[in-house]
């Protein structure tokens, strides 16, 4: 019997799991600069939040969820993405009374749709996303994206392309909606089941599917920019003027809708281009989502997120050939020679680690020169060999192993030695 990760599931072995660190303390570090602070949500939700809060008739509801009952008999889903769960979290714990708003709230955390596997798409991953909760101000909008594309470039991503859109209010997208309908009408026979029963309940939905994107109908449909409302305009104007005060360039693509149902106002999403890439290219994506706190029992309130994957954000750094600067550790190998050696080095080990210098030692009795290799590989910064006539000394020479140099240190002095 042989057993294998789960498709669409990957372990993340040493070697790699120091990378997804490094990202999530860029990730960490940033959120602290623009204030937004770390929300941790369970994995599983009742199924109604989701079907609720992302909608429906979108493909995550219809079709990607890990849906199952307890041994009560509810119906639970593991979370197919994070912003029901935020918002959920923001209504129960009455967030809205805060003193201070808006709520700037963060996660990161597995998500899990089922979905066909390829590279850069599994049925579990890690998205990191923000949700900003209680305004309403086009300043904002501007923030989260500049947020979203801080993450890439402060890990030295380029050819990004910020692509925006606005999906106007109630109203524009009653008039964009009867304007599809009258589209697509002569030529929903041509179209994919999907596309047929969105007609009716969300014909907008139509111009995000997978199956149907190179109909000719597509690129013909009517541009929900066309029927945008002077307020929704102008708040769009209003959001663009911020992305070009904190300097970050966008496109604006008027067919830009977003899979997921609760988005009014702004969205928008982060590309990668050029070569290296396979053929998924979006790297993060989000909007603004003025009706879903109250969809999901709460105030209403507005607010705006974004979420992005790990997975994908590592991709496209091996993609641009991009090394982050990890750090090895280990600051001292100790080599022993003969059993009585062995004994200090267990103690000098643990003085060493219990001072906040990370040490190793062997523990397969093997000869002084493959220690000596493994201390090599492992790129310690100092060596020490252990014997009999160190023991007897009570000192030992420290080799630096980037110069060479060798310093005699006493054993007493070995911590505060090393430390400096
Ligand atoms: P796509 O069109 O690629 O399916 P989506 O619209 O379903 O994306 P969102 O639900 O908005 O994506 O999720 C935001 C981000 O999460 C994506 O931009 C991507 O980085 C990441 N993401 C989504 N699904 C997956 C997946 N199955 N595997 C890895 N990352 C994913
Ligand atoms: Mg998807």
Redo the contacts with the bound molecule.
Sequence with gaps: MSFKVPK?TQDILPGQTEKWQYVEGVIRDLCDKYRYNELRTPMFESTELFQRGVGDTT??VQKEMYTFEDRAGRSLTLR??GTASAVRAYVEHKMFGQADQPVKLYYTGP?F?Y?RQQA????Q?V?F?VEAIGSADPAIDAEVMALAMNVYTSLGLKDLKLVINSLGDKETREGHRQALIEHFQPVIGELCGDCQSRLEKNPLRIL?C?VDHKHPAMATAPALTNYLTEESSAYFTKVKEYLDVLDVPYEVDPNLV???DYYNHTAF??MITGDGFGS?T?????GRYNGLVEDIGGPAMPGIG????I???LLALDAKNIELELENHLDIYVVTMGESAKLKAVELVNQFRQNGISADMDYLERKMKAQMKTADRQEAKFVIVLGDAELEEQAVNVKEMATGNQQKVAFSELVTYLKK
């Design positions: 669409g493909d995550i197919p993405e998500m749709r979905e850069g798409r599994y049925r991953f998205q996303g995000d997978k977003r899979g997921l999403e982060i998924i979006t790297l993060c994506g989000g974004f979420a992005m994957s997975e994908r954000l």
